[in-house]
């Protein structure tokens, strides 16, 4: 049985090794939907859902990285920087924020594109463009938003709770050994201390004044003015408009439009939307590994199952 499974896998293997040479990438999917030849093109970067720090989890063959990942969409602000064909950006956001540091790492790669590329980059919010999120956007040399969109939300944040006394009445006596006095600052299992308190505000408080800071360059806004409507809170796109925080109400296509006037792009632009889409190769391998791997649990011995071998 062995034999004849490896037989299989062999000419498996051959006829898509046939198929795939045949093919010569002519049907290929690269990171990005490619347009062949193509100019005047505007490149669409995703940022759906809470954004997250690192290179993002690919979760199925046609699925992008779950979250919007710091590391994918850097890399893909990278990709459009460097293709001649894409003449500008358009961040397509639809998210309520995340992480600190996912949002630097953005925004930092966003001031790269735009002093390497000298390409315009507009953003476009959904649903939702809020926090983190803004803080992405507010450096683009335009955003969009619809007037029900919720934005701003422009500060800073660090939780925990406390479950002390939910220990003591349930009869579970937490203990820790620590290196120092504040190693276990934030813990669930005490209060924090008035100096604790201290700390943690201190640094929510720095983070604070970087957004305060990104949001005064990237729009153009005194500091003051900027502080004012920092106060945690989120905006609709209508609001934002009228606060100076977004430019132009309007849909997706409205800030294509848009981002095609900025470049200078004369007629209906081509659109490049960034993904993970694999090529071919990739997909008929794992197609063929779940075949092999469905084949063998069905031939080989089961776990409780009894199996006489043939003199």
């Known amino acids: 049985m062995i034999k004849k499974i490896f037989i299989t896998a062999v000419l498996i293997i ?16 690269s990171a990005t939907k490619k347009i062949t030849g193509a100019q005047d093109t505007i490149a669409i970067i995703n940022v ?52 600190v540091t996912s949002a630097e790492e953005i925004a930092r790669e966003i001031d790269k594109f735009k002093e390497k590329s000298k390409k315009p980059i507009v953003a476009a919010l959904g649903d ?26 422009i500060g800073v ?9 939910i220990y003591k009445k349930i009869g579970i006596t937490p203990f820790l050994i620590k290196s120092g006095e504040h190693k276990d600052i934030m813990s669930s299992t005490r209060p924090m201390t008035a100096e604790e308190k201290i700390i943690i505000q201190n640094m929510v408080n720095e983070m604070f004044e970087q957004f305060l800071d990104r949001v005064s ?19 609709t796109g209508k609001q934002a408009l009228n606060l100076g925080l977004v430019d132009e109400i309007g849909n997706f296509y409205d800030a294509i439009d848009g981002t095609a006037q900025l ?15 694999k090529d071919w190769a ?30």
């Not at 470049?263 to 889409?277: D, H, N, R, S, V």
Request: hydrophobic share 35%.
């Open 14 to 29: 051959a006829v898509l090794s046939f198929v795939i040479s045949l093919l010569g990438g002519k049907n290929n999917m």
């Open 48 to 99: 759906n859902g809470t954004m997250v720090s690192g290179g993002g989890t690919v979760t199925s063959v046609f699925s992008r990285a779950e979250g919007a990942s710091s590391g994918v969409i850097m890399r893909e602000l990278r990709e459009a920087a460097e293709d001649k064909s894409v003449k500008a950006v358009l961040l397509n956001i639809n998210s309520p924020g995340g992480s």
């Open 128 to 153: 939702s463009g809020a926090s983190a999120a803004y803080y992405i956007a507010a450096d683009c040399d335009k955003i969009y938003a619809n007037n029900s969109t919720l934005t701003g939300s």
């Open 157 to 165: 944040y660090m939780g925990g709770v406390n479950l002390e006394e």
């Open 217 to 235: 360059t990237g729009r153009k806004k005194p500091m003051t003015e900027v502080r004012a409507l920092a106060d945690g809170r989120v905006y």
């Open 263 to 277: 470049a200078g792009i004369q007629g209906k632009p081509k659109l490049k939307e960034y993904g993970i889409a």
């Open 282 to 311: 990739s997909l008929f391998m794992d197609a063929f590994t779940k075949s092999i791997s469905a084949t063998m649990k069905e031939s080989l011995p089961q776990p409780g199952t009894m199996n006489w071998n043939k003199g």
